[in-house]
T-cell receptor, first 114, second 113 residues
Framework: DAGITQSPRHKVTETGTPVTLRCHQT?????MYWYRQDPGHGLRLIHY???????DKGEVSDGYSVSRSKTEDFLLTLESATSSQTSVYFC?????????????FGPGTRLTVL | SQKIEQNSEALNIQEGKTATLTCNYT??????LQWYRQDPGRGPVFLLL?????KEKRKERLKVTFDTTLKQSLFHITASQPADSATYLC????????????FGQGTTLQVKP
């Protein structure tokens, strides 16, 4: 998984609680992404970052926020988790965010919101 | 509306045969298209990238074609093996030069010995 770790790998939480997922990379890549993967929907982009403190929204950003204070760390926060946010979350990194943007994925975090 | 579609039905083939997976898209004009492999419980792994001006790209037993007129990419695995069993995802650039990839839902390939 190319120098990318995600923590925690599994989490069960209750509706209404805040949750933070962490993505850590050792590749010094500029771009980092958070996706969620659900049956019937495939991978969908939540937020991405194109540098320290530079972030932008993806396709399904409602209910999520992100922060990137260091090159190596990209945090995804669910301010108040809902059952619809039960999913598998993947972090990805990329050296080049524009053309030929090959992405390398972490192992995923399985989140269950009860 | 914009769509990227892969056959949601699993593809079952016999070992040694060629597997062909399809990726169709509408209302996109991608500069390139990518294919990824995903094994159960793991993140996707990049396999191949093909640019809009390339008709075909090969890597070992893998071959990808890209027809911008038909808005279609085909992904072939020749001499398939049980170890090729996985879900294969296609992805394209959602809007010009943003780096945002849009993924298809993936097609699951099962290669039987």
């Amino acid at each position: 998984d190319a120098g990318i770790t995600q923590s925690p790998r599994h989490k069960v939480t209750e509706t209404g609680t805040p949750v933070t997922l962490r993505c850590h990379q050792t590749e010094n890549h500029r771009y980092m992404y958070w996706y969620r993967q659900d049956p019937g929907h495939g991978l969908r982009l939540i937020h991405y970052s194109y540098g320290v403190k530079d972030t932008d929204k993806g396709e399904v950003s409602d209910g999520y926020s992100v922060s990137r204070s260091k090159t190596e760390d990209f945090l995804l926060t669910l301010e108040s988790a809902t059952s619809s946010q039960t999913s598998v979350y993947f972090c990805a990194i990329s050296e080049a965010g524009g053309r030929e943007n090959t992405q390398y994925f972490g192992p995923g975090t399985r989140l269950t919101v009860l | 509306s914009q769509k990227i579609e892969q056959n949601s039905e699993a593809l079952n083939i016999q070992e040694g045969k060629t597997a062909t997976l399809t990726c169709n898209y509408t209302n996109y004009s991608p500069a390139y298209l990518q294919w990824y492999r995903q094994d159960p419980g793991r993140g996707p792994v990049f396999l191949l990238l093909i640019r809009e001006n390339e008709k075909e790209k090969r890597k070992e037993r893998l071959k990808v074609t890209f027809d911008t007129t038909l808005k279609q990419s085909l992904f072939h695995i020749t001499a398939s093996q049980p170890a090729d069993s996985a879900t294969y995802l296609c992805a394209l650039e959602g809007s010009s030069n943003t780096g945002k990839l849009i993924f298809g839902q993936g097609t699951t390939l099962q290669v039987k010995p």
